[in-house]
């Protein structure tokens, strides 16, 4: 009897174990799946806040991005205005030294085949050697013929001017390569290049076949001194011509109007003046200057929308019989030429004909006092 209930016992503490053991299993298996669930809002939780910062740290370099555009666009617009008013007018060169202050530089255009052209000036009223140094020196008058390179590197055309500039050293070479129809695309060079070699007050270009007259250039210019843009020659508008037969075609001839209509007032391009402000701004605007099929119309159109005072000079186009008779009344010219020969006719024989009945008198140039003429 005693046996049967120690029996009984033992079954009853063995049900109530295996009773205890499922719920303890149920217990610590409740617990451990709440512990991945929790770790795994966790994890939601975590990835939430880092989602939540990198959108923020998105629309920080957004407002960033939209602060410097805002930034770029204030700059450029500036920087377009110190252009146009010539208030941005640093004066270095290429290399980075500071450019020599003169009065005025011009660049006398020509080509390789024109030696000629080039002994007749120099033998006329372009100066030679120390002349051409003092004058620089003490009169800020700088003179130079401008000529690129040719379309083959060293060429025996390039090597030609090489030796000519070591006789003379009066050329002023460009990064251009020479050619008929490359006129616009080197009188862009050659402002850029000088603006960038002197500190000039005036620019001037000039063909290789028109007379000039130094000192009442010098001493012309030096009455709009006080202008801070000018652009100074014999204003025209000649027609625009569409044929294509014609030697002064123009392809872009739909632009200006109805076919017969004229160019705007530009100045003739056997001479030219333009203040230190206009070089710089075609100096700083080189890549967005568009260039027409005639020289003299391009650079017109250049200044055309700006607040530039076109100065219609006729002394600087004086036909040869006209120079006679103003030297002969004391009044010499700026420049002469003939319009049937766009420049003087055959001037190699003829500039120092020229040269003899309508040039100035040889002190001319060197009493004159540019800085002091208002």
Not at 64 to 78: F, P
Not at 159 to 177: C, G, M, N, P, T
Not at 190 to 219: P, R
Request: hydrophobic share 35%.
């Amino acid at each position: 009897m005693k046996h049967k209930a120690s029996k009984r016992l033992s079954l009853t503490w063995v049900s109530l174990l295996c009773i205890s053991c499922f719920f303890l299993g149920v217990t610590f298996t409740s617990r451990f799946r709440g512990s991945d669930d929790y770790g795994h809002e966790k994890e939601k939780s975590h990835e939430k806040d880092v989602t939540e910062e990198v959108l923020k740290i998105h629309k920080a370099i957004e407002a960033l991005g939209k602060s410097v555009a805002m930034l770029q666009k204030q700059l450029s617009v500036r920087h377009s205005y110190q252009q146009i008013v010539g208030v941005s007018t640093t004066n270095t060169s290429t290399g980075g030294n500071q450019t020599s202050k003169v009065f005025m530089v011009i660049g006398v255009n020509t080509a390789f085949s024109s030696r000629q052209r080039r002994d007749s000036l120099r033998e006329t009223w372009m100066p030679q050697g120390e002349k051409l140094e003092k004058l620089e020196k003490e009169k800020g008058i700088v003179v130079k013929f401008m000529i690129g390179h040719s379309a083959t590197p060293h060429s025996i055309l390039d090597k030609e001017i090489d030796s000519e500039d070591a006789q003379y050293k009066d050329f002023f070479r460009l990064d251009h390569v020479e050619g008929y129809y490359n006129l616009s695309a080197k009188t862009k060079t050659f402002f850029s290049s000088a603006v960038a070699t002197w500190d000039a007050e005036f620019y001037v270009k000039i063909d290789d076949d028109v007379h000039v007259n130094l000192g009442m250039l010098g001493s012309t210019l030096a009455l709009h001194r006080h202008k801070p843009r000018v652009y100074i020659g014999c204003m025209k508008s000649g027609p625009v011509l569409t044929k294509k037969t014609a030697k002064y075609r123009e392809p872009e001839f739909w632009k200006f109007g109805e076919e017969g209509n004229k160019y705007f007032r530009h100045a003739t391009g056997q001479i030219y003046a333009i203040s230190k402000d206009l070089a710089t701004y075609i100096s700083n605007n080189q890549p967005i200057l568009h260039k027409y099929a005639n020289e003299d119309v391009t650079l017109g159109s250049w200044f055309i929308g700006l607040e530039v005072e076109h100065i219609d000079d006729g002394n600087f186009c004086c036909s040869t019989p006209d120079c006679e008779m103003k030297a002969d009344a004391g009044e010499v010219c700026v420049a002469s030429f003939d319009w049937t020969c766009s420049g003087v006719c055959k001037s190699v024989n003829r500039m120092w004909m020229v040269h003899m009945i309508c040039g100035e008198d040889d002190k001319a140039v060197w009493d004159a006092n540019y800085y002091s003429l208002r």
